[in-house]
Structures are given as structure tokens and as C-alpha cells.
């Protein structure tokens, strides 16, 4: 298992480094012996399968990337339940997917999926979290509000415009109560 970990660790490093045709044999013999060893519905399966999709994507192999986001959200959906973050965040990818392959309606419907997903999580949790670190957590999500409004601007008619200026509105609002915190202190 640790020599899958490994492959895992170093297919990632060649991603990261744009190598892509040496990530992809390393990132698939380590999802073959993660399945093999421990089976599809565990952890460690699935952050193999999620490095291997975003390496399709990378490399505009989108049927292949779309097969395994699809099976991605099927694993999150088992593991972490509807309203989880990550299963969140996989819909999230498979809908800048369909919207780089031009798949308006998919990408339109599980676009709105997500970020609602994200407003309910988001919304019980950057209450309390602190100035500091709900800052960050805004800036780090930052480029999926960014798709979203581009979206958005692409698509007025969309479904999942009320979804997104809705969560648009509610982060300005916690920077907003962030600024005033900061300014009475």
C-alpha cells in the first residue's frame, strides 16, 4: 500500500510540474493496486481516482475525465453523505467539465447542485469561524465563485442564477461583518 502511496506522490509531482505522460502510468498502477488491495469505496481510492481524473482534465481527455468524476461523485456520495464538501466539490469539477466541452444544461444543472451544497455548508460554518480564517477560506474558494458569475455571464438564462448571486452575496456579506469587526478593534 505504501509503494501506491508513492506512485500517488510522485504522479502528482510530475502534474504539478506539467510532466503529464509520466503521471499518468504512475497515478494508474497506483489506483489498480488501491482497488485491488482495498477495494473502490475508501479514502485512499479516492483521492487516487480524484488525481487521476483532474490529470484527464488537464490533458483535455474529457470522456475519460467525465467517467471518473462520475464515478468520484458516486464515491463521495457513499463515503461523505449529499451535503459533504467534497461531494460538493466533485460535482463542482464535473460541471467545469460539461462547460469546457460546452455542455450548457449539464454544466447549468449540477453547477446549481454545488453551490447550494456549498451555500448550506458555508453558511453554518463562516459564522464561526474567525476573521482571519474565514478570509481565507473566501479567497481560497474564491476561483469557484469566479466560474460561477463567468458562467453566469455566459449563460443569463441560467438555472442556477439565484444559486450563485445568492452564495455571491452572502460571502460579500461575510467580508462586509469582517471589515466592520476589524475597524472596532
Not at 35 to 42: A, D, L, Y
Not at 48 to 75: C, D, F, H, N, R
Not at 136 to 165: G, M, P, W
Not at 167 to 181: E, G, R
Request: with cysteine; net charge positive.
Amino acid at each position: 500500500m505504501q509503494f501506491a502511496s508513492s506512485l500517488l506522490r510522485l504522479g502528482k509531482l510530475y502534474c504539478t510540474s506539467g510532466a503529464y505522460e509520466r503521471a499518468e502510468p504512475l497515478l494508474l498502477k497506483a489506483l489498480e493496486i488501491k482497488e485491488n488491495i482495498i477495494g473502490k469505496n475508501n479514502r485512499d481510492y479516492e483521492i487516487t481516482l480524484e488525481s487521476m481524473a483532474q490529470l484527464y482534465l488537464y490533458t483535455s481527455k474529457y470522456e475519460k475525465a467525465e467517467l471518473l468524476y462520475v464515478q468520484l461523485i458516486e464515491i463521495k456520495r457513499t463515503l461523505f453523505g449529499e451535503l459533504h464538501p467534497a461531494y460538493a466539490s466533485s460535482l463542482f469539477n464535473l460541471a467545469n467539465l460539461y462547460s469546457l466541452t460546452n455542455k450548457q444544461s449539464e454544466t447549468d444543472s449540477i453547477l446549481k447542485l454545488s453551490i447550494d451544497i456549498y451555500q448550506k455548508n458555508w453558511r453554518s460554518n463562516l459564522r464561526f469561524l474567525s476573521t482571519e480564517v474565514s478570509d481565507k477560506f473566501i479567497n481560497d474558494n474564491k476561483s469557484k465563485i469566479e466560474f460561477a458569475l463567468s458562467f453566469l455571464y455566459r449563460n443569463q438564462n441560467a438555472n442556477s442564477l439565484t444559486s450563485v448571486l445568492t452564495l455571491n452575496l452572502f460571502l460579500k456579506n461575510i467580508l462586509l461583518s469582517n471589515n466592520n469587526l476589524l475597524r472596532l478593534t
